[in-house]
């Protein structure tokens, strides 16, 4: 036998004994995880309704926008329905409750692609007003990340507040990957949203922001220390930011408690994390310094 041959069979004799023992591996009871090409394709074929004339090449979207708009949506229903209901058949669920809760949830995930649809004009306008380098807002639909990742989250979030297992994360992983840009899809987002730029920038899963919210690369809205792990789950662990506010790069605002008031504007390279009694910051234009790692004393 050569070394090649031994050191192989070696190999396949200790990982498939691996996969024999952790449940992880080959999936429960050889149930199937949900397709991940499959809702990146559902993510880049609904840009396509959503946005008609920009990522397609099929007059009939423009001849006839109903037949359509009617036949994309009929194939892309099936299609998230089927991952949906994958992903409850293995969470556990048995077959008919599955196919039956799929159902529900896609049948109300569609109704609300109008207002998804909505939301994400109003998105495109932040970042046409708030962008003097946009020649256009086609441009911006064309080639911004941040309203790319901004359309994906807007999708993944109706999802995650179904309780969809996988599918929410699979998207928001997805753009961040395409993007540079993590947004979880449990974030709570008003309209007229924009990230300018984009890169690093960081929305953590219980974070609540307002109206009209502008955040330049690299800001961090997130959590503090999560060595407790899975015992802060359910728990509001990320910031508030409140209606018109401008964080710039490299901010990191921190923790459940801290809120950001309306019409604040935080500098680049700010540290932010209180806890109570001192946690609603509320100014034109934040200018503080604090002391004892940004936590105990404040300045304004």
Sequence with gaps: MTEKKKIILEAVEKLTDTYRKEELFLGKDRERLPNKKEII???????????????????????????????????????????????????GEE????????????????ANVPEIQRMLLTDLQAGFDGDPAAKSKEEIIFSYP???????????????????????RIMSEYAHGYTGIDIN????????????????????????????????????LGALSTRQGQLLANVKRHPTIRDNVT???NS??????????????????????????IK?????????YCIQSFTNSCLK
């Design 280 to 288: 609603l910051f509320k100014s034109r234009i934040l200018l503080f």
């Design 41 to 91: 394709n559902f993510i880049k074929d609904m840009r396509s309704i959503i946005f008609p004339g920009y990522f397609s090449v099929d007059s009939s979207a423009s001849v006839f926008p109903e037949h359509y708009v009617a036949y994309r949506l009929n194939d892309l229903y099936d299609c998230l329905q089927e991952q949906i209901e994958i992903a409850f058949l293995y969470q």
């Design 247 to 249: 964080i710039y790069s």
């Design 185 to 220: 899809p449990g974030a709570t987002i008003g309209e007229y949203f924009f990230i300018d730029h984009g890169t690093g920038v960081v929305i953590g899963e219980t974070t609540e922001i307002g109206r009209n919210v502008k955040l330049y690369q690299g800001v961090t």
């Design 95 to 110: 077959e008919q409750k599955a196919k039956e809760h799929a159902e529900r949830i896609t049948e109300r995930f569609f």
């Design 146 to 168: 941040g309203f790319y990742a901004i359309y994906v989250y807007r999708l993944a979030h109706v999802l995650y507040l179904e309780n969809v297992p996988f599918i929410p």
């Design 252 to 277: 990191s605002v921190l923790g459940g408690e801290t809120v950001i008031g309306e019409n604040t504007i935080i500098p680049l390279k700010w540290l932010i994390h209180f806890r109570p009694p």
